[in-house]
């Protein structure tokens, strides 16, 4: 009898450690990540952009804080991509140009965001684009238990927001991540092509009077690499912008404009979902996109070149009706960062393996400094097919750098605060010889310590 009172004790007590467990976990944020596709950062109202408006976006920017200089691992969609759902940059994952969705690519060693969340007692879920180098239907591998609407066709956007509500239905009593991928703004692609349109349909540019104005930068810059425009004779489907002329540009800008309007729809629909389920108050909202756009600056359609606007990309984290709008001017790397600062939220411990930072420090304490320098990189390719171009860029409050391992003029240093355009390429003026020299041998430890094999200079 003794024995058994033992135990129905050592039962109860276990019971009531259970009860504990799961009360702890219950009580945890939901986490929901809401990427565009090819998204500059500048395309939002929230960020003083008169030529568009995104009241989704600004609900987000003003119940939360914006990182005004976020930027992208890699300005191409599966190797940020990639970045972003393993917190390794391209160089490391080996993902370096787009990849087709294929088994046998991603390494067994390399934890994927939602095998990470669905082991930390996470619901996860995944809408929308995929392209990444993994199957969707690979569940075991990337670990987003709910998987839908990953497939190419029309108007996926449009349904995207009811697959999310449909997750957050049903997984509204327990703690879940969710991504909700959308591929607009890139229609721009189709649009700048004459193609028609995946997303939406857009009415006709209006005459060029009622579009646009161009940026100052709007222009190919002095000293540019010649290796920038070798890219674009590539493919002309691609860059089908050569040559254009002032009104062109303001008619790209202009549709580029709308489909940026567009997926603004969408992504309220789903933050409406939070609200009619009741679980706004609990939930963390990342906001961010795969990469930029050229956004019509330095003659530009597209990503891959390491200007601002191909590589800075919005980011927000937002909690409605709990937070106040802040922005920070914090360095961001979408592709590294997003893990570490989701499991922070959520906590779970991140990979010991991960060098990213955890932006819940930054936020609680904006006293807290987590980077005062960004390395970023390109690997130019005709979608799938690699041309052999690679690129780095250092980053710093002040100023910019970027290297190409080819060409006569390699290396570009813009003073980001002076020229935010990146216009004057100070890296042919000896008077910022000093700064280039710092910058070079910045760049020449970063990869020695990071395992990257690219640095560019030939003596």
């Known amino acids: 009898m003794k024995g058994l009172l033992i135990a129905v004790t050592l039962l109860a007590g276990f019971g009531n450690v259970g009860a504990q467990a799961q009360k702890a976990i219950a009580s ?13 950062a500048d395309a939002m109202s929230n960020a003083g ?86 199957p969707a239907t690979k569940i075991e591998q990337h670990g987003f238990e709910t998987i839908s609407n990953t497939g190419p066709g ?26 909700a991928s959308f591929l607009n703004p890139h229609d721009i692609c189709e649009w700048a092509r004459g193609d028609n349109l995946k997303m939406d349909v857009i ?48 008619k790209y800008r ?31 909202i990342i906001f961010t996109s795969d990469h930029g756009d050229g956004y019509a600056a330095h003659e530009w359609n597209q ?17 409605i009706g709990q937070w106040k709008a802040k922005t920070d001017d914090q360095l961001v790397c979408n592709g590294i960062d997003i893990i570490p600062t989701i499991c922070g939220f959520a906590g779970i411990e991140a990979p010991a393996y991960l060098k990213g930072a955890n932006l819940k420090e930054r936020i609680e304490n904006p006293r807290v400094n987590l980077r005062d320098t960004l390395v970023i ?5 005709d979608n799938e097919v690699l041309l052999g171009i690679k690129g780095r ?17 390699k290396e570009q240093l813009f003073s980001l605060q002076n020229d935010p355009g990146e216009m004057d390429n100070l890296a042919v003026k000896a008077s910022h010889k000093k700064t280039l020299n710092q910058m070079r041998a910045y760049l020449k430890k970063w990869c020695k310590e990071h395992q990257d094999s690219f640095y560019a200079l030939k003596k």
């Open 28 to 40: 945890k944020p939901n986490i929901i990540i809401i990427m565009t596709d090819q998204q500059t």
């Open 49 to 134: 952009n008169k030529d568009l408006h995104t009241p989704a976006m600004d609900k987000l920017a003003a119940n939360g804080t914006r990182f005004t200089r976020a930027y992208c691992a890699q300005p191409l969609c599966t190797p940020s991509r990639s970045a972003i759902f393993s917190g390794k940059m391209p160089h490391e994952s080996g993902f370096t140009g787009n990849a087709p969705e294929k088994d046998g690519q991603w390494p067994d060693s390399v934890l994927m965001m939602g095998k990470i969340f669905k082991a930390g007692g996470y619901k996860t879920g995944y809408v929308g684009k995929w392209h990444l180098p993994v």
């Open 154 to 179: 029309d108007y996926t956007d449009a349904v995207t927001p009811s697959h999310c509500a449909a997750f957050i239905k049903k997984n509204k009593d327990n703690p879940f991540l969710l991504v």
């Open 203 to 250: 009415d006709a540019s209006p005459d060029t009077a009622l579009c646009p104005k161009l940026p100052a930068n709007w222009r190919i810059s002095p000293n540019e690499p010649a290796i920038i425009r070798e890219q674009q004779k590539v493919s002309p489907r691609t860059y089908p912008s050569v040559g254009w002329d002032e009104a062109q540009w303001r």
């Open 254 to 284: 202009w549709a580029y404009n709308r489909l940026v309007e567009k997926v603004d729809n969408y992504v309220a629909m789903v933050l409406g979902s939070l609200k009619k389920y009741g679980i706004e108050d609990n939930t963390i």
């Open 303 to 319: 990503k891959q070149v390491l200007y601002e606007e191909s590589a800075k990309i919005p980011f927000m984290i937002s909690k």
């Open 377 to 381: 990189e390109t690997d130019f390719a």
């Open 393 to 409: 860029a250092v980053i710093t409050k002040e100023f910019k750098y970027i290297v190409y391992d080819k060409g006569e003029i």
